[in-house]
């Protein structure tokens, strides 16, 4: 579906009806083409084609992106190997940082059993153990060095047995897995065509989300390492509930990755908790931009949140403006000092420190007043703006917005380090989440 006016995320096929419809609609002024539109692939919202690891490969998923604890989860294998192995692991305590874009590391939290041989169709029953909530993965291990690796979550057995909660953004992960599942030629996924993408499907790279290791896994490192407990919910879990429930349950919840695609259920859930005085930490970019409608195990990509009266920076401070797919990156220069954020981080105003880059938000007319640009990064996408992170408070409420990819994967840097943690010790200590609602859309 394109937009009236194409702009330069915006790509077209060279062949086909919708090609030529295209051009009709341009001679006519019904649409117009901006400078540096490329009339070479597909529309707005393009992901570069990801290619698979050439690795030798097991080939499996689970239904479901989260668990509970005592329940059993049935893992269906699509590839066949001989003498396969399964076990399962947690991410985070690992020692080492994962080099390799199509390994997960963690540690075991089960025994290594046997499978024997496997064909596609096999599932094997995974119980899962009273482990703490958190991010898990099987890892499948056969003849001839082939792994595959399967990621889901744990979730609590009941909401709030943390006052933090940690969001992974399942959706996306799901929307940016470009496996041809269907073998129709195209990805089952909105970035190959269409407005569809199917959930509940193995990812390339032998099973791990896409930049997992980047924008996910040294975050999940750090809380795990520093003792910073929390649930650790996905976009089911706030699918299914209300703004009143998680303000009663937590005073904070963590977005740390790239959480880009939600449903109206989750929109009205997390805007209804901030309206109760909750807190909210977003680490990346780009978040709450689309709308989807979830049917069975298939998404599809509706509208823009902005584009039916529900900017995402009316909540999150700022929004997404543009993305180069990561040609430039740059490094934040400190505006506003606030002495409890850069506490400890040695930082001053006019400071530089990390870098970011890849997508990036900025301040809208539909940010809150009080909001407050912490830090810049300068014109990194020369004539289109800067990237802006940000703070505001609100009805008791504390919002906090990195403003680019990503203040997550850059964790191991001193001052991101400590700003994070910083964030965490002053937002999860509310005591006033759930006491007093503002003015607002949510779902009560």
């Given at each position: 579906?394109?937009?009236?006016?194409?702009?330069?995320?915006?790509?077209?096929?060279?062949?086909?009806?919708?090609?030529?419809?295209?051009?009709?609609?341009?001679?006519?002024?019904?649409?117009?083409?901006?400078?540096?539109?490329?009339?070479?692939?597909?529309?707005?919202?393009?992901?570069?084609?990801?290619?698979?690891?050439?690795?030798?490969?097991?080939?499996?998923?689970?239904?479901?992106?989260?668990?509970?604890?005592?329940?059993?989860?049935?893992?269906?294998?699509?590839?066949?190997?001989?003498?396969?192995?399964?076990?399962?692991?947690?991410?985070?305590?690992?020692?080492?940082?994962?080099?390799?874009?199509?390994?997960?590391?963690?540690?075991?939290?089960?025994?290594?059993?046997?499978?024997?041989?496997?064909?596609?169709?096999?599932?094997?029953?995974?119980?899962?153990?009273?482990?703490?909530?958190?991010?898990?993965?099987?890892?499948?291990?056969?003849?001839?060095?082939?792994?595959?690796?399967?990621?889901?979550?744990?979730?609590?057995?009941?909401?709030?047995?943390?006052?933090?909660?940690?969001?992974?953004?399942?959706?996306?992960?799901?929307?940016?897995?470009?496996?041809?599942?269907?073998?129709?030629?195209?990805?089952?996924?909105?970035?190959?065509?269409?407005?569809?993408?199917?959930?509940?499907?193995?990812?390339?790279?032998?099973?791990?989300?896409?930049?997992?290791?980047?924008?996910?896994?040294?975050?999940?490192?750090?809380?795990?390492?520093?003792?910073?407990?929390?649930?650790?919910?996905?976009?089911?879990?706030?699918?299914?509930?209300?703004?009143?429930?998680l303000a009663a349950a937590y005073s904070l919840m963590i977005f740390p990755g790239h959480h880009e695609y939600v449903t109206e259920r989750e929109y009205n859930a997390v805007t209804g908790f901030r309206n109760r005085g909750g807190n909210l930490m977003f680490l990346s970019a780009n978040n709450f931009y689309w709308k989807i409608e979830k049917r069975g195990r298939l998404m599809r990509r509706v509208v823009k949140w902005r584009d039916i009266g529900r900017p995402e920076a009316a909540f999150i401070g700022t929004q997404y403006f543009y993305n180069d797919n990561g040609e430039r990156r740059g490094r934040w220069v400190l505006r506003t000092e606030i002495p409890w954020l850069f506490a400890g981080t040695g930082l001053r105003k006019g400071s530089k420190f990390s870098s970011g880059g890849i997508e990036a938000d900025r301040v809208y007319p539909s940010s809150p007043r009080s909001v407050r640009v912490v830090a810049e990064i300068p014109n990194i996408f020369p004539g289109r703006g800067s990237a802006q992170m940000t703070y505001y408070e609100r009805g008791g409420a504390k919002v906090f917005a990195a403003g680019a990819f990503t203040m997550a994967g850059a964790i191991g840097e001193k001052p991101i380090r400590q700003m994070v943690a910083n964030l965490w010790q002053r937002l999860a200590n509310d005591t006033d989440t759930g006491a007093r609602r503002l003015p607002g859309r949510d779902d009560d």
């Amino acid at each position: 579906m394109f937009t009236t006016r194409l702009t330069s995320h915006t790509r077209l096929t060279g062949r086909g009806p919708v090609f030529l419809a295209v051009l009709a609609a341009l001679a006519t002024g019904a649409l117009t083409l901006d400078n540096t539109t490329m009339l070479q692939s597909t529309p707005e919202g393009r992901a570069p084609s990801i290619r698979d690891s050439a690795r030798p490969k097991i080939v499996a998923a689970f239904p479901r992106d989260s668990y509970g604890p005592g329940e059993r989860a049935a893992l269906r294998i699509l590839s066949a190997a001989q003498d396969v192995h399964l076990q399962v692991f947690r991410v985070g305590p690992e020692k080492n940082p994962t080099r390799a874009k199509d390994v997960m590391s963690g540690v075991p939290v089960s025994a290594e059993r046997s499978l024997g041989a496997v064909t596609p169709k096999r599932v094997a029953n995974v119980r899962i153990g009273n482990w703490p909530s958190g991010v898990y993965f099987v890892r499948l291990r056969g003849e001839r060095d082939k792994l595959g690796f399967a990621p889901f979550v744990v979730r609590p057995r009941r909401l709030g047995e943390h006052r933090v909660a940690i969001v992974m953004p399942t959706q996306t992960w799901q929307a940016y897995n470009h496996r041809d599942d269907d073998a129709d030629g195209d990805s089952d996924t909105w970035y190959a065509s269409g407005s569809l993408a199917r959930l509940g499907r193995a990812h390339l790279q032998r099973g791990v989300p896409f930049r997992f290791r980047n924008y996910d896994a040294p975050f999940l490192r750090w809380a795990a390492r520093t003792g910073h407990q929390a649930d650790y919910l996905t976009d089911d879990e706030l699918d299914r509930t209300t703004g009143r429930q998680l303000a009663a349950a937590y005073s904070l919840m963590i977005f740390p990755g790239h959480h880009e695609y939600v449903t109206e259920r989750e929109y009205n859930a997390v805007t209804g908790f901030r309206n109760r005085g909750g807190n909210l930490m977003f680490l990346s970019a780009n978040n709450f931009y689309w709308k989807i409608e979830k049917r069975g195990r298939l998404m599809r990509r509706v509208v823009k949140w902005r584009d039916i009266g529900r900017p995402e920076a009316a909540f999150i401070g700022t929004q997404y403006f543009y993305n180069d797919n990561g040609e430039r990156r740059g490094r934040w220069v400190l505006r506003t000092e606030i002495p409890w954020l850069f506490a400890g981080t040695g930082l001053r105003k006019g400071s530089k420190f990390s870098s970011g880059g890849i997508e990036a938000d900025r301040v809208y007319p539909s940010s809150p007043r009080s909001v407050r640009v912490v830090a810049e990064i300068p014109n990194i996408f020369p004539g289109r703006g800067s990237a802006q992170m940000t703070y505001y408070e609100r009805g008791g409420a504390k919002v906090f917005a990195a403003g680019a990819f990503t203040m997550a994967g850059a964790i191991g840097e001193k001052p991101i380090r400590q700003m994070v943690a910083n964030l965490w010790q002053r937002l999860a200590n509310d005591t006033d989440t759930g006491a007093r609602r503002l003015p607002g859309r949510d779902d009560d």
